[in-house]
């Protein structure tokens, strides 16, 4: 069910119809900076996952482009994916909310069943044959988007609210059940970094719905005090705590916890301002870093591209974070805006999180860095992401307040 | 819509950018600021070097035979970075590689771990990134499996690598002599990592005893040096430089197979018929040297083993076993580091001292059965009275009496009890020139000093051990007391005298030092030269086993050429008088029944025998001689602890020595013309050696 591009009728357009000439105005009206970023990023993204991975597949006898073209696929579909989702009137979406958070999470509990498999001592893949698997978190993260978007955008029947207010305590407990449930199953995966976004999205989103200095201070309190509780309680198992804590000094255990947190450090330190030359970076050829088309990848544009390639992806994310914050601004609807508010937390939070355990200024978790890391699933979640900001951004005020 | 998610989303705003210029500041200081660093870090990440270890150089005797050579083996290696990295640790290739080795996963793991404090052998004492030999010797069909199938033995090498050989050319072992090689450790490798131009490396070998220590700069080569480029897997992806390894120079020795084989069979046969006698004869020694250049020509030492125990590690069980105190300890060299009291063998000193001090050389002295000493009648050997005779006669039928004379005489001179200030001691000051009580500077480690007691020894001896002697006198020797109540009570008398005036150097001492007993020891080499000295009519040379170091290609690097000899303080005449009466000991004093049937005439040895009583041990035997008697040219001397006496035990075990050097009593002579080879033998760039033209092996 795929509603239409409204022209005239921005808000109150329900299904109006649509013709190839509107179409066309559609097309003009999409959000072009964020998508010739997106295109940018891809393409580097492109070049960078081969350069991670060419020499290791032609080590084994296998085509060296193997995950080069499997990255593209993967692309391809989600700009397929995105494109879909910028077409659909995203407040129908309020109608799919739950269900995509549902789905999500029941994917969240099939990965925990043993219909689950082990990558990289993260238990959060279902494979589904045919050389495809699924990680269900990175769609948690999409779901739990628009569904405490929905959940905070407006007031619930029967409950007028102050406008000044923002959500009730009533609001928040619910958003934190909600996004209590899928983070509780990702980090029995054990998986700390989705973890992380999740609480960063809520956090996020509850601040730019508004809801009171107190209670944000209030949640913010809380979440420290888990996190204290969680360390001194020891839930954390000895290895993520090590991995957690090397990354402020590496060279206490090079060859253990610290290994990956030093060898990120060393490609990226080597190199310089110019960088090694695509495909040519040597601690990159040699595997030296760990996971380096995914949660690792920044490292490879660190080492073969240098400040220079390296700044370009920080700026061109930067790019993406801004027009999200645009489009949030711009919205139509408190709907609107905290979607894309919400993308924007998680993006941007995730991008922080994973360029800076490559820099040594963050813990090393496994997340992959957007719009950049192989991968299918993070790939489909982050296009449709962004397919979202296109929708709320089509359907905006035309005099941004 | 919320006027608040305005404002916030103003802020979140601010955090983005503020983000986005935190990534951007971090990666500016890593990659600029930095940069340099993390370039130099990450080369060191991607070059391993890898030591190419040089081959060590060959020992060989006077003729080119090799004493210890290299044998390629095939040597299996596990590197336990590698082995890590496997997902259970290495654990399945080890089990797989023990069963093809025949050995257990356990031995294994035991053999890789890495030495420290606490772990003892079978372990790794070298460098954790360097593979690890895990057996030498291996099959090549052991090898050709490993090698088939590498993807199922990852970290597991098997290449040809030099290995030590000891090929015991003419049954000559040298065991004590050659050394041992270890591998050098971690604190070495520290120590030397200062000055990188010794060329240690992780896996080098270094030697630990003998010549193989001595001569370990000459003989180890430089290391080469192979830059490879790795991956983090450790795998090999090119070389960025190499530097191919210096092989060793080979050390060619003064010592002659033959010679030296004949001197380890003498002295075993002789502690053989000691014990079959009944005599303990735990150990023995003999030292052939030429008296002139003081090269040495055979150096024996018993008990002895097999240096190939060495090869490829050992453990601490088979160390205990094989070489501890159980085995007799035949790690340690008696012949140069055994030290023994010389008895008789001494009086040449003793003479020599006596004639410096004014008692005319060709005086006539008596020889009574005993000689009273102070308070205590001091006896000749079995009480014997030989009547009066002079010096030489003193020598030939070794009376102790005359010594015992000149000894009382001369303590009496110095003030006795009383000592005057700057006491003459005529007898230790002529034994300290002789070059007893200090080292021969012979060109093997661990060399022992000898002993020659005096006033100041005993003072300082008495110091350093008063407290236990003063507590034995009071207390008895408790345990003894029930096993050997006689002992115990002697023992006890003796702790009470030394408690109470130990430090007193009594005329006793003296009688006893002037015939090689009481407290004098010395080692079979430090009389072996002072017998040279006095068959080479006066130079104490420096003993020397090391002749050249020839490089493989054939080239000379240098030879060894012993220090200038000191000169013995004493009149030719003397020295002259004393190998004329050593001469009549073979035909008609103490040894000469151990010469019977001996052909003099071929070759005339001139020798003094000795036999030291140790209190509460059975008799030690020596025998120092040198031949032929009118023109010295080499110099033989054997001792047999705990035998009996010299004319029994020792001077057989030195006729049987010249017997092989002359080629006497149907033997092959190792000598030719009597002489040892002038010319060093060639060494031919394949590692096979060639006697010198000119002379016979």
């Known amino acids: ?401 | 819509m919320n006027p608040k998610t305005h404002f916030r989303l103003a802020v979140l705003h601010v955090v983005v950018v503020a983000m986005l210029l935190v990534l951007l500041g971090r990666l500016w200081n890593l990659q600029v600021i930095n940069g340099e660093h993390y370039r130099q870090v990450a080369a060191q990440n991607r070059i391993r070097e890898i030591v190419v270890p040089a081959t060590r150089g060959m020992i060989l005797d006077i003729h080119g035979r090799p004493l210890v050579r290299n044998r390629a083996s095939l040597v299996v290696s596990v590197d336990r970075t590698v082995l890590s990295r496997q997902d259970d640790g290495g654990k399945a290739v080890l089990e797989r590689l023990a069963a093809t080795l025949g050995t257990t996963r356990a031995e294994l793991e035991k053999r890789i771990r890495l030495c420290s404090p606490t772990v003892k052998r079978p372990c790794w004492p070298g460098s954790p990134y360097q593979p690890i030999p895990v057996a030498d010797r291996v099959d090549p069909k052991q090898a050709l499996q490993i090698m088939e199938r590498a993807e199922e033995y990852p970290g597991v090498t098997a290449a040809v690598q030099a290995v030590r050989e000891y090929p015991e050319p003419e049954g000559a072992v040298a065991a004590q002599t050659l050394g041992y090689l270890q591998p050098i450790t971690q604190e070495e490798l520290d120590e030397r990592r200062g000055l990188k131009v010794t060329g240690y490396s992780g896996v080098d070998l270094i030697g630990r005893d003998g010549l193989e220590a001595h001569y370990d700069a000459d003989l180890r080569g430089r290391a080469g040096v192979r830059e490879v480029l790795v991956d983090s897997q450790g795998r090999v992806t090119g070389t960025a430089r190499e530097q191919p390894p210096i092989p060793g120079s080979s050390l060619v020795t003064s010592l002659d197979a033959r010679i030296q084989a004949a001197a380890e069979q003498a002295i075993k046969n002789a502690v053989d018929k000691a014990r079959q006698a009944g005599s303990k004869a735990d150990s023995g020694a003999a030292v052939v040297m030429d008296a002139r250049t003081g090269r040495v020509v055979a150096l024996a030492s018993y008990p002895t083993y097999d240096p190939s125990v060495w090869i490829g590690g050992i453990s601490q069980a088979e160390y205990d076993a094989l070489l501890g105190k159980s085995k007799g300890q035949p790690l340690i060299s008696r012949a140069i580091q055994g030290q023994f009291p010389p008895a008789s063998t001494f009086k040449i000193s003793s003479v020599a001292a006596a004639v410096a001090d004014g008692y005319p050389l060709n005086g006539v002295y008596p020889c009574p059965g005993s000689y009273r000493v102070g308070n205590r009648e001091f006896r000749n050997f079995e009480g014997q009275a030989h009547g009066n005779m002079n010096l030489h006669r003193a020598l030939v039928v070794s009376c102790d009496t005359i010594f015992y004379k000149f000894a009382y005489e001369q303590w009496l001179r110095d003030g006795g009890l009383k000592p005057v200030k700057k006491p003459k001691d005529p007898m230790a000051a002529m034994a300290r020139n002789f070059g007893f009580g200090s080292k021969t500077g012979i060109d093997l480690p661990n060399e022992a000093s000898g002993r020659i007691p005096d006033r100041t020894w005993k003072r300082e001896y008495w110091e350093a051990t008063k407290d236990d002697t003063c507590k034995a006198a009071k207390n008895g020797y408790k345990e003894l007391e029930r096993t050997a109540p006689t002992r115990a009570a002697y023992l006890k008398a003796i702790a009470k005298e030394h408690c109470a005036e130990g430090y007193v150097w009594r005329p006793g001492d003296a009688a006893n030092f002037s015939i090689g007993q009481g407290d004098v020891l010395v080692t079979p080499l430090q009389l072996a030269r002072a017998y040279a000295a006095l068959a080479n009519g006066g130079k104490l040379v420096v003993p020397r086993v090391g002749l050249a170091v020839i490089r493989p290609d054939g080239t000379v690097v240098r030879r060894i050429e012993p220090p200038e000899p000191k000169r013995l303080p004493v009149d030719g005449k003397v020295l002259a008088y004393m190998r004329k009466a050593l001469a009549e000991v073979t035909t008609q004093g103490t040894a000469a029944g151990a010469f019977s049937g001996f052909d003099l005439k071929k070759v005339h040895v001139a020798g003094k025998t000795g036999t030291a009583e140790v209190y509460g041990k059975d008799d030690t035997a020596w025998f120092a001689s040198f031949a032929p008697a009118k023109d010295p040219r080499f110099v033989v001397v054997a001792v047999i602890s705990q035998s009996g006496t010299g004319g029994t035990y020792a001077a057989p075990a030195v006729r049987e020595i010249y017997e092989t050097m002359y080629g006497l009593n149907g033997k092959k002579a190792a000598l030719v013309n009597g002489d040892l080879p002038t010319a060093l033998p060639k060494v031919n760039p394949d590692g096979s050696t060639s006697v010198p033209t000119g002379t016979a092996p």
């Open chain 1, 1 to 401: 069910m795929i509603a239409g591009i409204g022209v005239t009728d921005v808000v109150e357009g329900y299904g109006g119809r649509y013709t190839w000439r509107h179409r066309l105005a559609g097309l003009r009206r999409l959000d072009w900076s964020l998508i010739l970023a997106v295109v940018a990023l891809s393409v580097l993204s492109a070049l960078l996952v081969r350069s991670a991975t060419w020499a290791e597949l032609a080590e084994q006898g296998k085509d060296p482009d193997g995950f080069l073209k499997r990255h593209l696929l993967n692309l391809g579909i989600g700009f397929a994916l995105g494109a879909v989702v910028s077409m659909l009137d995203y407040r129908l979406l309020r109608a799919y909310a739950p269900i995509v958070y549902g789905l999500a999470c029941a994917g969240l509990v099939a990965v925990l069943s043993p219909l689950g498999k082990t990558i990289n001592g993260s238990h959060s893949w279902i494979v589904l044959g045919g050389g495809f698997q699924v990680q269900p978190s990175e769609f948690a993260k999409v779901g739990l988007v628009v569904l405490l978007a929905m959940l905070l955008a407006e007031p619930r029947d029967g409950e007028p609210r102050d406008a000044d207010a923002g959500p009730g305590p009533r609001d928040i407990v619910l958003a934190l059940a909600l996004a209590g449930a899928p983070a509780a199953l990702v980090m029995a995966q054990p998986d700390l970094g989705t973890t992380l976004v999740l609480g960063a999205v809520v956090l996020g989103m509850l601040a730019m719905a508004g809801v009171r200095k107190r209670w944000l201070a209030g949640l913010t309190g809380g979440a420290v005090l888990a996190a204290c509780a969680v360390w001194f309680l020891g839930l954390l198992k000895p290895y993520q705590i090590a991995r957690f804590t090397a990354f402020a000094n590496p060279e206490a255990d090079p060859r253990g916890a610290g290994y990956n947190a030093m060898q990120a450090r060393i490609a990226v330190g080597s190199g310089g301002v110019t960088g090694k030359g695509l495909f040519a970076g040597e601690q990159t050829g040699g595997h030296f870093v760990p996971e380096q088309q995914t949660d690792f990848i920044f490292t490879v544009a660190g080492e073969e591209l240098g400040f220079i390639g390296g700044g370009l992806i920080i700026l061109l994310l930067g790019v993406v974070l801004w027009r999200g914050l645009r489009i949030a601004s711009s919205a139509a609807d408190p709907f609107g805006a905290l979607v894309a508010a919400g993308v924007v937390c998680w993006l941007g939070f995730q991008m922080f999180e994973n360029i800076g355990m490559t820099l040594g200024i963050m813990p090393i978790t496994g997340l992959p860095l957007p719009l950049v890391s192989y991968g299918g699933s993070a790939t489909f979640a982050n296009m449709i992401a962004l397919g979202l900001l296109q929708a709320v951004h089509l359907r905006a005020r035309p005099f941004p307040a």
